[in-house]
C-alpha cells in the first residue's frame, strides 16, 4: 500500500500519540484540557477575618465553582493559608461520607458523571520509583477512587447522604434519585405536585427541584424548588416565573411547607431548622412557621451553605446575563463571584474571600482538616514533577471501595 505523500510522517505521529493523556489531572476528568487552568481564576483577596473565622473550624472548605470547571480546597496549613485545586468539567453538588472516607461531586455535562475522592492512604510498594516525600504535597490529598456515568437528562444538582446512602436532586426528573455504587440511578421520591391522573411526569424539567436538607430519612428531609406549579412556561423559559414563586417541600407530605422563595438553592437542616440560600434575592435565611426569614443579604446570587457551629459558609455568584430574570433582588453590578463566612447569632459577616474573575459558585461543604487538606494542585506552586509518581503509585483506604449502597 502506497503512502500518500500529504500523510502525516508515521514517526511524528506515534510520538504524538505516546505523548498524549500523560498528564493525571487530565487522565481523572477524562477531559485533555483539564490541566490548563487560567491563573486568573485563582487569584483572590481576602476581606475582614476570613481565615481566622476559617481557622476557628478545624476544617477544609471544599468549593464547586461550576462554570469555571473547578473543585477548590481551602483550609489552614502549619499556620499559614493553603488554597489546592482540581478541574472537573461542571462540578454541582458534593456530600461527603466521612465513614466511608469518600467525597461526592456532580458533574453535570452530558452525560452526568459522579466522581468519588478519597484521602490519600500511603503509597504503593515499588522498585521502580522512590516513595514521594510527603512534604511535596498538602497533607492527605484526595485522590480519584471511581467515576459513574449517568444520563445527562438526569440533570444532577444537590447531593446528600440520606440514611447513608447517595441521594441526588435529579431536576431534569422533578425527583430525588439513590445513586447506588452500581451506577443506578433509582428515583425514591417527588412531590405531589407533579402528579396528573396519578401519574408522576418525570420525563421534563418543570419545577427546578435543586436541593437537599437531608435528614435522617427522605421523610425526615426537605427539599427547595423554584416552584410548585406545573405549566408550559418551565425552568429556562425566560418567561418562567420565579419572583416569590419558590417552595419547600417537605419529604414526609410531598407538600410545600414554605412559600415565598426566589429561585431558592442549598438547603439545609442545622440546629433543627432549615436554613436555604434565597438566590433571587441574594439572601440567606431559615424557614420558621412556614416563612422565610432572612438574616442577611449578600453581594451576589447566593448558593452553597455549610456550617460549623454559629457559622455559615456562603457563597455569593456573579449573575449570568442571560439569567437576569432569575435574579430580581440582586444588585448586579455589585455581585461577587467568593465566600463569606457569617455569623449566624448576630448576622455579622466574620470575612470574605473574593475571586475577581470568578463565575459561579455552587457547593460547598466542611471537613475535618484531619481527614484531608485538599487536592495535589496548589495555588501558588508550581507543578511538581512528583505529582506523576503520587499518582503512580498511590493507596486509599479500602473502606471507600466497600458497597454500602443497598
Known sequence: MKIKQNAPDPAALWAHQHDEWRNPTDVISQWQDASQCD????????QGAWWEALAETHSTLLVTREYEHLIMALGIDEGKPLISYLRLPHPSGMAVDLKRKIVHVASTRNPNQVFDFSPLDGQMPRLDVDDVPQSEFVPRPLMPVRSRFYPGSLYLHDLALIGGKLHG????QNAVVHLTDEGTADIVWWPHCIEQEGQPIFGQNHLQLNSIAAGDDLHRSFFSASTDKISARRPGH??????????IFSGASREPIAHGLTRPHSARLHDDHIWVDNSGYGELGRVVDGQFLPLLKLPGWTRGLAFAGDIAFVGTSRVL???RQYAPGVELERSVCGLHAVDIKSGKILGSLIWPAGNQIFAIELVPETFTSGFTSRVGAKPSALEKTLFYTFKVDSTSLKDTSQ
Open 39 to 46: 491563573p486568573a481564576m485563582l487569584k483572590y483577596h481576602v
Open 169 to 172: 436532586n435529579s431536576v431534569g
Open 238 to 247: 425566560k418567561n418562567f416565573p420565579v419572583d416569590k414563586r419558590g417552595v
Open 321 to 323: 446575563p442571560r439569567f
